[in-house]
Every structure is written in C-alpha cells, then in structure tokens.
C-alpha cells in the first residue's frame, strides 16, 4: 500500500502546476484525498481536499480560487492543478488518503518539492 506525489518543480510566479498523487495497493476512489504542504520552518497545513463521492472539495483560503482538485479513477490518481502560484506556495507537498471525514489520514505520500520563485 502506497502513495506517490509528484510533478513538482521550480516555476515562476504566475505560473501553473499540476501534482499527481498515484496510489499502489488500494483504490483512491474510496478515499477522501487530501493535499498538505509544509514549508520551511512552519507547520504543515491543510491545503484542498475532495470527498470520495467528490461530492465536496474544499480549499484553504489561501487555494481559494487557485487550486483544484480532481480524479481520474482510471489511473488510480488524485490531482491538484494549483494555477497563478505565488513564492508564499513554495512548500513540500504531500497527499493524504483517509477512508472518511469522521477517520483520520491513514496513508501519506512522500512529498513533492514546489518552488516558486522569479
């Protein structure tokens, strides 16, 4: 049972960038999916999340407007296309699978680096 996150990369402000978040061992389309990133010296944060059913997604104030998440069931994969990015989204950023919002993440990808910065 695995996560991967991946597609991150240094890019200027302004512009966009798609993470992809793979699973191995289990199907993603039974899990809530969410995305955190962790920045240098700060804790790590919630930053978009989408339901199983994708009934919902929310987003951080700071992904508001953004960040959008989508699936591809097919693919076993979780996507988060973060658009006109900003130095301050420069982070780690990891994906997360839990089977409800009433159950905590149980599985957790490795992290991919995003920098953005002119």
């Known amino acids: 049972v695995q996560l991967q996150a991946s597609g991150g990369g240094l890019v200027r402000p302004g512009s966009s960038l798609r993470l992809s978040c793979t699973a191995s061992?289990?199907?993603?389309?039974?899990?809530?999916i969410g995305w955190f990133r962790q920045a240098p010296g700060k804790e790590r944060e919630a930053v978009s999340c989408?339901?199983?059913?994708?009934?919902?997604?929310s987003n951080t104030d700071s992904a508001k407007g953004r960040f959008a998440m989508s699936r591809d069931n097919a693919k076993n994969t979780v996507y988060l296309q973060m658009d006109t990015l900003k130095p301050e989204d420069t982070a780690v950023y990891y994906c997360?699978?839990?089977?409800?919002?009433?159950?905590?993440?149980?599985?957790w990808g490795q992290g991919t680096q995003v920098t953005v910065s002119s």
């Open positions: 061992g289990f199907a993603l389309e039974y899990f809530d």
């Open positions: 989408i339901s199983s059913s994708e009934s919902s997604t």
């Open positions: 997360a699978a839990r089977r409800s919002e009433m159950t905590k993440y149980e599985y």
